[in-house]
């Protein structure tokens, strides 16, 4: 069966086996979870121990928690994304196997924080990590030839500290040639101009 909310698409089976755990939550419960997530959704802080606590106080184990968690956060994402009438969004929740006071509760929440979902959806699109600080020191790099001598080239000292979506910041750094940093300089271009011909394509799209 084809959804709204899913792009005209069948709802993926993890999603739908999801709604048997969410079914386990009260109506109250799954209402406060549905706002905890679209918060974390708009702030861009992925926090997930408010929700987390929500459903532990459920009764849920781990692993129902984070199928909740995950599942709630897929049903209003989508919407947002396909920008789904509200009634449609709830009527298809219920086909799904939502009853209907937690279908009204995710449509709710769909209906009130809608634009601000639909910004900071946008603003982290496809995005499953964030770069928060980069460096970089000149250095040597060494490598040994097939006669056992050494040669010097320049490189980089590369640093960065990457945001992941569980907010927990990591460090990394690593040692870079010069002619491996060219290659990675002509991939990124490459990249970014078919990310750039994509986009034009799409706004071409729209517009017709």
């Not at 993926?12 to 679209?38: M, N, Y």
């Not at 298809?92 to 279908?103: D, I, N, S, T, V």
Request: glycine share 4%; charged share 20%.
């Amino acid at each position: 069966m084809k959804f709204k909310f899913c792009g005209d698409l069948d709802c993926p089976d993890w999603a739908l086996a999801a709604i048997t755990s969410i079914t386990r939550l009260s109506s109250v419960k799954f209402r406060q979870l549905s706002h905890e997530i679209g918060r974390m959704l708009c702030d861009e802080t992925k926090n997930v121990i408010a929700s987390r606590k929500i459903c532990v106080d459920a009764r849920l184990n781990l692993g129902d928690t984070k199928t909740v968690i995950a599942a709630t956060e897929f049903f209003l994402s989508n919407a947002v994304t396909h920008k789904v009438n509200a009634e449609v969004f709830s009527n298809e929740l219920q086909q799904l196997g939502f009853p209907k006071e937690h279908a009204a509760a995710l449509t709710k929440v769909y209906q009130s924080d809608g634009q601000q979902l639909a910004h900071a959806l946008e603003k982290s699109g496809f995005r499953v990590s964030k770069l928060l600080h980069t460096e970089w020191i000149p250095d040597i790099v060494l490598s040994e030839c097939q006669d056992q001598s050494v040669t010097s080239s320049p490189g980089l000292i590369l640093s960065m500290r990457i945001q992941g979506m569980d907010n927990e910041v990591t460090s990394h750094s690593f040692l870079i040639s010069m002619s491996k940093l060219r290659i990675l300089k002509h991939e990124v271009a490459d990249m970014l101009q078919v990310v750039l011909v994509r986009a034009q394509s799409w706004f071409v799209l729209q517009i017709l």
